[in-house]
């Protein structure tokens, strides 16, 4: 019998990502203390595990959980009077871009990328400060969705917690986020940041649909 293909989510190690091999998920995490990391059965749910938050994963089973009719309605409904963001990655790191939408109509509001070296993180990451810089200047008092809680910490932070080291491949990308690190540190801001609740509403409406 073939064996069962598994992937690795690191959120916390030497390398944060997805790996698809215990030995390169083992490279990431030895030696780092209290490095946080769990298999998964399948890629797409190794994704929406790793742009989430560990605590929400850790000693859990590995199937999808089924929100009871009680959870959902203490979630409620998105509010529409919104902007999402997201990012996508091929490989981690990847090319990657990003991208800002309304969140009732799906019009693409900004897009960046795709850049050839970069990761999720960052990508949402950059979507964020990008929304909120956009929001700003707009003048408007929309709040903005995330479906990162990384990225969302990240921002309130005002730090690009990335071990990604800086290359002649992805200097663009890191002009962009000295970019948003100068911003989030010059500017204030009211807008809201709020997790996007996946597994209540679905993917978010930035999502690039790549699954």
């Known amino acids: 019998m073939a064996k069962k293909e598994k992937f690795y989510v690191v959120w916390e190690g030497h390398r944060p990502g997805i790996y698809m091999s215990w030995d390169d998920c083992k490279a990431a995490v030895k030696g780092f203390a209290n490095a946080k990391y769990k298999s998964f059965d399948s890629f797409d749910v190794a994704k929406k595990a790793y742009k989430g938050d560990y605590e929400d994963y850790k000693g859990k089973s590995k199937a999808k959980k089924i929100l009871t009719p009680e959870q959902l309605s203490k979630i409620g409904e998105p509010n529409l009077y919104s902007i999402a963001v997201d990012a996508a990655s091929s490989g981690n790191p990847g090319k990657m871009e990003y991208r800002g939408v309304d969140t009732q109509t799906e019009k693409q ?103």
């Open 109 to 211: 509001l900004f897009h960046q990328g795709p850049f050839i070296e970069g990761t999720n993180n960052i990508g949402e990451f950059l979507a964020l400060v990008h929304g909120l810089a956009y929001l700003k200047k707009k003048n408007s008092d929309r709040i903005i969705y995330s479906d990162s809680r990384i990225a969302i910490g990240w921002v309130k932070q005002k730090s690009c917690r990335t071990k990604l080291k800086r290359t002649s491949k992805n200097a663009e990308m890191f002009e962009l986020v000295d970019r948003a690190l100068q911003w989030l540190k010059s500017n204030t801001y009211t807008t809201k940041i709020v997790k996007w609740e996946t597994k209540a509403w679905g993917e978010i409406p930035a999502d690039f649909g790549r699954k």
